[in-house]
């Protein structure tokens, strides 16, 4: 609200290593996010989106270049991110439920009414939760006797429950089947529309990028960059019906020709 | 209010150790208005270190071992008060019909030795007054406990050994210790130095020789008492100790008296007293021993003025 | 196999281990002094048991409360080892130094110091045991994966955090197996300063024992030990079946 | 902080105990029989250096021997309990027990057996090591994820190639950590064989050091020992850096 | 070629735990896959995919019903499997490239030549299959030194170098591009009409179904088993445009409709 550019990254680059291990993750890369902003992000595998992610949650320094948090003023309360990581990334140590109430445990406010809560309302609410991603029966499991995809939607349930100001999602819809994907689709959409969180989405699903963000920005093969920033203005709240129109079906064919290159042509007869 | 003392002994609990035990159960040491406590020890030279660094007051230890001390650090070094064992117990075992007729014999054969025990550190001298090179001998370190079993098994040829413990060793091994074993005792071959006794600590000494002079006074009515009771004796000690063994106790309390303590010179002077003049010649053996920088005086290691009357140290 | 089955085979060869001993010695005629038979020493510790519990209790005791301190102190250290490279460089040199002397040389300066009995007797108890809870949860801190840390760091969790959520959890495994190791140094320890500056305990005990050569009430003392040991392993190992059981997975 | 940085400041800090110990002395008139100052102990040793030698190269050679030995035995009964429930079972509570028992008790036993010097002094250094190293590696056995282990199993492994390929390198980390451990307890193994029975090594100069009451000479002894081990210690650090340096990824 | 069914699986149901912790993965299921076969196998999240590919590989045991593998005649040399897990399992101890020749480490008849080989002709094999995924560079590199994407490809290289009679693959191209998932599929393509593997494919991507395998199997959310086996006979080799036929098409949405359920029509004005 005080600032346009809630997240702003200037002219940021990460490499790793130094001599012959040295290896350029992104090259000085300019992104500016707005607050309440939904922002995907694409590209060829190895591009540096994961990186990208790992320097706004600041779990990377950028080894070049400066990130600015503008909706952080001075003395404020820190953003509150939550962040669903590509390889999901449990606790295994921990039970499901518990894996998904870690945020509570650590981030404030919450943070202070964890222990009289854990067993009561915050309980609840990482169990109202896990029923929505379809895990109701699997709260007192352990991470392990997950399915991959599985595992992956409790790691976005981490990622949501603290309502965090600043949602990054790294795949997080990878390992799921169509039903089960566009199913959180919209669930992912009418949290944001509720609660109007900055969402940065890094997907290789041009269909979800297209449907879920206000905005998808393309980066180009390793060491990445961005070299494509499209606006998408379907109207809100989009129903997966809105995937079959034609405008949309445009938009997707746009962005992977942007991505795999020379579109190749529908045969003429199909056409 | 009673005054505390904290005393320790030579080695575990053992039945020379049953006046001490005895003066404390019979409140010998509270009728001198003393509060000892009773610790037990590591080793009789240990006994000078423990009262040295200050966290004993007085302890049953090693004569030599004051005057060692005596002559590098003399305000620290304890004051022998009551020279309780009249004779060296050191001597060198070895298995009659082996290799050793004589010390002599010793040269070019091992001898096992208990690195912290005064036969050990005396040999030398044993050697220079039976007139065999020390340096011929192959001293290896062996712990006390496997001295006797050693030797039979003819790891080495000799131990150098406490009679006192020894002796008793030989018993509980089965064996018969006057007929199996040769004894060279080191007082025979000249060397006629004094050995374990009550010590105390010079600020004791200095700040409440009253106390001194009553835990001496109690330590001799126990021990009158147990000359004349030995099995009493015994019994304080399986009481404290109910894992000793009382018979093999008794055993060597007779023979420490017997051998140790009863002696043509503590029969004339007392027990508990000293001879000037032998005193001065152990205090000279120790210094050529240890090349140590002064000659303590007599007087310096050890005091007759705590000594109870004649009457308790008669026998 | 079932788990039945597994307990009475371990039974059965625990047992074996002994009767083995015992024919070994009937047959070599190993001599009493050396080495005695089981059902000797079962015998010797049958005879003096009631002189034994008050050594044992006290052992028992010493051990315990060096142990717990030594506990304490371990995990802070290895803590810090783990998460600071200055204190890895500075102090992992010098707890090596000071593991690698004898605590027998040790344990006559405890007793200059605060006098012979349960002091030093807990002091050795401690120091004993630090040492290998230090490597195991300095070296389970130090290889947690940064990925599970990156968990906690995106939420802007604080060192300290950190350390309860991710690093103590992932090391618990490691922590345990150095408890079996840090308790039978506990009792070492102890023991060994009994034998050098005490009037009570199994150390105390032994030397006794040995002085009057009743080797087979000694060997009850190296029994009453290991029975001790053992416990406390059996005890950790229910406590570690809880609180580390999710890294043993393969065996559920 | 750069890594030249961090090697002084952990120098300095080092030195600095050294120095605190000096001064703590001097301030606090510590007797020398009680805890000689740094100096001393060096004057001492230089004093000595010459009679030292033979001593420590004797304790360094038992050690190491007997070291060897103890992580061959120690390695292979680790990976024995780490990858059977039966074994652990059975080994785990004997080992335990044995452990709990104090190696001063049982040279004596080695003494009789195989007499005195060299081989009590490798046979104790040996035994004693041997926990440490087991209870890490069974616990690094134990714990291996089992999808790095279905990796080889999809392809038909056998189980010595599973353990060699995924748990021996999974274990590698805590392998090395309990070598830290399993050092130091050698050189104290070979030292109190030392004191028990032998005519040369380490444990035999300061037991005739202390005997003589040269207490400066025994610390010399027990620093010659602290060095020994880090000594080692710093090699074992090079070897684990190149074999569990994969572990340790957070540093680099 | 002895036998039609190459695997076999016969009622074959799978539960975890007991009691209250009991989950039934996969009720009784049939499937038999003859030699050569490509097979995909697609459905819900958590519906027992992984448990069957973890069976054929031996990894589980099935709780009732059996396992026949009719390929493997008594004393003939046991099935080569090359397995890549969802998860990628890189080992972190071993470089990208050693990850990827562990299976000539183990797997006769490569196993004897391992040791003479593995600077040799075995590192170039690697080498080769790496640069095929577009790891040419990360071969030397520790596994957690790649993005998601990397690994994955890594995982598959794995999976493939030794030429396995069996291939499974757990959603090998979950995390990666379209552009990098295209190239692979032809790639995998290529492979299997030059060896003649038999190959079972998880995936949620119906086209990628759709245009690798010549048959289909759809399965019922958890607990699962098969409720659709539909064959694809497209012609070898099929080119990537024939993922824009209407033909093509069709039977993604036909696929879609299964597992979707009751298919959403394209609006009106859009058909
Ligand atoms: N810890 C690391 N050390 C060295 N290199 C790294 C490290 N992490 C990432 N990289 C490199 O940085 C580059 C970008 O990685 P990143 O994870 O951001 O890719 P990505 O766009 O998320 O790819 P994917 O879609 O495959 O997940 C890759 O080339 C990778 O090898
Ligand atoms: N080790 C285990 N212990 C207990 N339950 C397990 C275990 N492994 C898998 N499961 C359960 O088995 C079921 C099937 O799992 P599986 O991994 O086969 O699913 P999947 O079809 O591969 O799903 P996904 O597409 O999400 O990977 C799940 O419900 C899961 O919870
Ligand atoms: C190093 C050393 N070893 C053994 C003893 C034991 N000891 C010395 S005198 C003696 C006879 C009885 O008092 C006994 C058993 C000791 N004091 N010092
Ligand atoms: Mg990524
Ligand atoms: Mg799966």
């Given at each position: 609200?005080?600032?346009?550019?809630f997240?702003?990254?200037?002219?940021v680059?990460?490499?790793?290593?130094?001599?012959?291990?040295?290896?350029?993750?992104?090259?000085?890369?300019?992104?500016?996010?707005?607050?309440?902003?939904?922002?995907?992000?694409?590209?060829?595998?190895?591009?540096?989106?994961?990186?990208?992610?790992?320097?706004?949650?600041?779990?990377?320094?950028?080894?070049?270049?400066?990130?600015?948090?503008?909706?952080?003023?001075?003395?404020?309360?820190?953003?509150?991110?939550?962040?669903?990581?590509?390889?999901?990334?449990?606790?295994?140590?921990?039970?499901?439920?518990?894996?998904?109430?870690?945020?509570?445990?650590?981030?404030?406010?919450?943070?202070?009414?964890?222990?009289?809560?854990?067993?009561?309302?915050?309980?609840?609410?990482?169990?109202?939760?896990?029923?929505?991603?379809?895990?109701?029966?699997?709260?007192?499991?352990?991470?392990?006797?997950?399915?991959?995809?599985?595992?992956?939607?409790?790691?976005?349930?981490?990622?949501?429950?603290?309502?965090?100001?600043?949602?990054?999602?790294?795949?997080p819809?990878?390992?799921?089947?169509?039903?089960?994907r566009?199913?959180?689709?919209?669930?992912?959409?009418?949290?944001?529309?509720?609660?109007?969180?900055?969402?940065?989405?890094?997907?290789?699903?041009?269909?979800?990028?297209?449907?879920?963000?206000?905005?998808?920005?393309?980066?180009?093969?390793?060491?990445?960059?961005?070299?494509?920033?499209?606006?998408?203005?379907?109207?809100?709240?989009r129903?997966?019906?809105?995937?079959?129109?034609?405008?949309f079906?445009?938009?997707?064919?746009?962005?992977?020709?942007?991505?795999?290159?020379?579109?190749?042509?529908?045969?003429?007869?199909?056409? | 209010?009673?005054?505390?003392?904290r005393?320790?002994?030579?080695?575990?609990?053992?039945?020379?150790?049953?006046?001490?035990y005895?003066?404390?159960?019979?409140?010998?040491?509270?009728?001198?208005?003393?509060?000892?406590?009773?610790?037990?020890?590591?080793?009789?030279?240990?006994?000078?270190?423990?009262?040295?660094?200050?966290?004993y007051d007085?302890?049953?230890?090693?004569?030599?071992?004051?005057?060692?001390?005596?002559?590098?650090?003399p305000?620290?070094?304890?004051?022998?008060?009551?020279?309780?064992?009249?004779?060296?117990?050191?001597?060198?075992?070895?298995?009659t019909?082996?290799?050793?007729?004589?010390?002599?014999?010793?040269e070019?054969?091992?001898?096992?030795?208990?690195?912290?025990?005064?036969?050990?550190k005396?040999?030398?001298?044993?050697?220079?007054?039976?007139?065999?090179?020390?340096?011929?001998?192959?001293?290896?370190?062996?712990?006390?406990?496997?001295?006797?079993?050693?030797?039979?098994?003819?790891?080495?040829?000799?131990?150098?050994?406490?009679?006192?413990?020894?002796?008793?060793?030989?018993?509980?091994?089965?064996?018969?210790?006057?007929?199996?074993?040769?004894?060279?005792?080191?007082?025979?071959?000249?060397?006629?130095?004094?050995?374990?006794?009550?010590?105390?600590?010079?600020?004791?000494?200095?700040?409440?020789p009253?106390?001194?002079?009553?835990?001496?006074?109690?330590?001799?009515?126990?021990?009158?008492?147990?000359?004349?009771?030995?099995?009493?004796g015994?019994?304080?000690?399986?009481?404290?100790?109910?894992?000793?063994?009382?018979?093999?106790?008794?055993?060597?309390?007779?023979?420490?008296?017997?051998?140790?303590?009863?002696?043509?010179?503590?029969?004339?002077?007392?027990?508990?007293a000293?001879?000037?003049?032998?005193?001065?010649?152990?205090?000279?053996?120790?210094r050529?021993?240890?090349?140590?920088?002064?000659?303590?005086?007599?007087?310096?290691?050890?005091?007759?003025?705590?000594?109870?009357?004649?009457?308790?140290?008669?026998? | 196999?079932?788990?039945?089955?597994?307990?009475f085979?371990?039974?059965?060869?625990?047992?074996?281990?002994?009767?083995?001993?015992?024919?070994?010695?009937?047959?070599?005629?190993?001599?009493?002094?050396?080495?005695?038979?089981?059902?000797?020493?079962?015998?010797?510790?049958?005879?003096?048991?009631?002189?034994?519990?008050?050594?044992?209790?006290?052992?028992?005791?010493?051990?315990?409360?060096?142990?717990?301190?030594?506990?304490?102190?371990?995990?802070?250290?290895?803590?810090?080892?783990?998460?600071?490279?200055?204190?890895?460089?500075?102090?992992?040199?010098?707890l090596?130094?000071?593991?690698?002397?004898?605590?027998?040389?040790?344990?006559?300066?405890?007793?200059?110091?605060?006098?012979?009995?349960?002091?030093?007797?807990?002091?050795?108890?401690?120091?004993?045991?630090?040492?290998p809870?230090?490597?195991?949860?300095?070296?389970?801190?130090?290889?947690?994966?940064?990925?599970?840390?990156?968990?906690?760091?995106?939420?802007?969790?604080?060192?300290?955090?950190?350390?309860?959520?991710?690093?103590?959890?992932?090391?618990?495994?490691?922590?345990?197996?150095?408890?079996?190791?840090?308790?039978?140094?506990?009792?070492?320890?102890?023991?060994?300063?009994?034998?050098?500056?005490?009037?009570?305990?199994?150390?105390?005990?032994?030397?006794?024992?040995?002085?009057?050569?009743?080797?087979?009430?000694?060997?009850?003392?190296?029994?009453?030990?290991?029975?001790?040991?053992?416990?406390?392993?059996?005890?950790?190992?229910?406590?570690?079946?809880?609180?580390?059981g999710?890294?043993?997975?393969?065996?559920?």
């Amino acid at each position: 609200m005080t600032d346009d550019r809630f997240v702003h990254l200037e002219r940021v680059g990460v490499t790793f290593g130094t001599g012959k291990t040295r290896t350029e993750a992104l090259t000085p890369t300019d992104l500016a996010i707005k607050r309440g902003d939904f922002v995907a992000l694409v590209g060829p595998s190895g591009c540096g989106k994961s990186t990208i992610l790992k320097l706004i949650s600041e779990l990377l320094k950028p080894s070049t270049g400066n990130i600015f948090f503008g909706g952080r003023e001075l003395g404020a309360k820190p953003l509150r991110v939550g962040m669903a990581f590509q390889s999901a990334s449990l606790l295994p140590w921990m039970t499901v439920r518990d894996n998904v109430m870690l945020p509570l445990k650590i981030v404030p406010p919450f943070k202070k009414d964890y222990r009289a809560e854990r067993h009561r309302a915050f309980r609840d609410r990482a169990d109202a939760l896990l029923a929505q991603v379809g895990l109701e029966d699997f709260a007192d499991k352990s991470p392990w006797q997950l399915s991959g995809g599985m595992m992956q939607r409790a790691n976005l349930c981490r990622a949501l429950i603290h309502d965090p100001d600043l949602l990054l999602l790294d795949e997080p819809f990878g390992a799921l089947d169509q039903f089960t994907r566009e199913e959180l689709w919209q669930t992912l959409q009418d949290l944001w529309i509720d609660r109007g969180s900055t969402v940065i989405l890094v997907t290789h699903d041009l269909r979800e990028a297209a449907y879920l963000a206000n905005r998808i920005c393309v980066m180009s093969p390793r060491p990445g960059r961005i070299v494509e920033d499209r606006a998408v203005d379907f109207v809100r709240p989009r129903a997966i019906d809105i995937t079959f129109e034609p405008e949309f079906a445009r938009l997707v064919q746009d962005l992977r020709r942007l991505i795999v290159g020379a579109p190749k042509p529908p045969k003429a007869d199909a056409a | 209010e009673d005054i505390p003392i904290r005393f320790t002994l030579d080695w575990k609990i053992q039945g020379v150790h049953a006046w001490f035990y005895l003066a404390k159960e019979k409140g010998y040491f509270a009728e001198e208005g003393l509060d000892v406590t009773i610790d037990q020890g590591e080793g009789s030279a240990a006994t000078v270190t423990r009262i040295m660094s200050g966290a004993y007051d007085a302890g049953f230890g090693d004569m030599n071992a004051i005057i060692q001390n005596a002559a590098t650090t003399p305000e620290t070094a304890p004051v022998m008060v009551y020279q309780i064992y009249n004779q060296p117990p050191f001597a060198v075992l070895t298995k009659t019909g082996g290799p050793i007729g004589t010390l002599g014999d010793l040269e070019g054969r091992k001898v096992g030795a208990p690195p912290g025990s005064a036969s050990t550190k005396l040999f030398p001298a044993l050697a220079d007054a039976a007139g065999f090179d020390a340096e011929q001998v192959e001293v290896i370190s062996v712990a006390p406990n496997l001295q006797e079993q050693m030797l039979i098994q003819g790891q080495v040829d000799g131990s150098l050994v406490f009679n006192v413990t020894s002796y008793l060793n030989i018993i509980g091994l089965g064996m018969d210790p006057d007929t199996d074993f040769t004894w060279f005792p080191y007082g025979a071959a000249g060397l006629d130095i004094y050995s374990n006794g009550v010590m105390v600590s010079p600020a004791l000494l200095a700040d409440h020789p009253e106390a001194v002079s009553g835990m001496v006074k109690a330590i001799a009515r126990a021990m009158a008492d147990v000359m004349a009771d030995p099995e009493a004796g015994v019994a304080v000690i399986k009481q404290i100790e109910p894992l000793s063994n009382a018979e093999l106790e008794l055993k060597r309390l007779d023979f420490a008296l017997t051998n140790l303590i009863r002696s043509d010179e503590s029969k004339a002077n007392g027990i508990g007293a000293v001879d000037e003049a032998r005193l001065a010649r152990s205090i000279a053996v120790i210094r050529d021993l240890y090349d140590l920088p002064a000659t303590p005086e007599p007087g310096a290691v050890f005091s007759d003025a705590f000594l109870p009357p004649m009457e308790l140290r008669a026998f | 196999m079932t788990p039945a089955m597994r307990k009475f085979a371990s039974a059965a060869l625990i047992v074996g281990v002994f009767v083995f001993w015992e024919l070994f010695c009937l047959v070599a005629g190993i001599s009493e002094l050396i080495l005695p038979r089981p059902t000797r020493i079962l015998a010797a510790f049958w005879e003096y048991a009631p002189a034994i519990w008050p050594h044992a209790w006290q052992t028992l005791y010493t051990t315990l409360v060096g142990f717990v301190c030594g506990v304490a102190i371990g995990l802070s250290l290895g803590v810090l080892i783990g998460s600071s490279r200055l204190a890895y460089d500075t102090a992992y040199p010098l707890l090596v130094g000071i593991s690698s002397i004898p605590k027998v040389a040790v344990v006559p300066i405890f007793v200059l110091w605060f006098g012979a009995g349960t002091v030093p007797a807990i002091l050795t108890a401690m120091i004993i045991c630090i040492f290998p809870i230090v490597v195991n949860v300095a070296t389970g801190i130090a290889t947690v994966e940064p990925e599970l840390e990156d968990v906690m760091r995106s939420l802007k969790a604080s060192k300290w955090e950190i350390l309860w959520n991710v690093g103590l959890p992932r090391s618990m495994p490691y922590f345990f197996a150095s408890l079996k190791v840090a308790i039978t140094l506990s009792f070492v320890g102890s023991v060994i300063a009994e034998t050098v500056a005490s009037n009570k305990g199994v150390g105390n005990m032994m030397m006794i024992a040995s002085s009057s050569f009743n080797v087979p009430l000694v060997f009850s003392g190296l029994m009453v030990l290991a029975v001790m040991g053992v416990s406390l392993y059996a005890l950790f190992s229910l406590i570690e079946r809880r609180m580390a059981g999710w890294a043993m997975r393969k065996s559920n």
